[in-house]
């Protein structure tokens, strides 16, 4: 079947070889920078995502003191991120380099949480060789 324009007030429509459609409204999209070399979330890390992305994330899909699991933690963004969201987490990674650098990120935030806030469950760090 062909498509049919919208014909909707106040909307620009627009048609192609394909059909009529709209450009993407601000509100059907999200507007998140990515990290920026200078910016102070920068941990070196090359897959590094925004803190911002990953709580829109945890705070839509996740329940209320749920768990989430990443099992490509990298620099362990989705698991500190959770751990300020008061979330249960469990983060995983094959390279002992990123576990390292996410075991010192969850520290640092979870000190900074515990001078203003209740006590965090304690951090348990296991390194497996293969």
């Known amino acids: ?7 909707i ?3 620009e429509e627009h048609q192609d070889a394909m059909g009529w459609y709209t450009l993407v409204g601000k509100k059907d999209y999200w507007e998140l920078d990515m990290v920026g070399r200078t910016s102070a979330e920068r941990l070196g890390y090359p897959t590094q995502k925004p ?3 990953l709580e829109r994330l945890l705070v839509s ?6 768990t989430v699991g990443d099992f490509f933690s990298g620099s362990g963004t989705t698991a500190a991120v959770a751990q300020r ?12 380099a990123a576990v390292d650098l996410a075991a010192r990120r ?10 203003g806030g209740p006590a965090l469950p304690d951090l348990l760090i296991e390194v497996l060789e293969r």
Do not use: N
Request: one cysteine or more.
């Open 1 to 7: 079947p062909e498509l049919q324009p919208y014909r």
């Open 9 to 11: 007030a106040g909307v």
């Open 51 to 53: 803190e911002r992305l």
């Open 61 to 66: 899909l996740a329940p209320e003191g749920g």
């Open 85 to 96: 969201l008061g979330l249960g987490f469990i983060a995983c990674d094959d390279s002992k």
């Open 106 to 115: 969850l520290t640092r935030a979870g000190q900074g949480q515990q001078a």
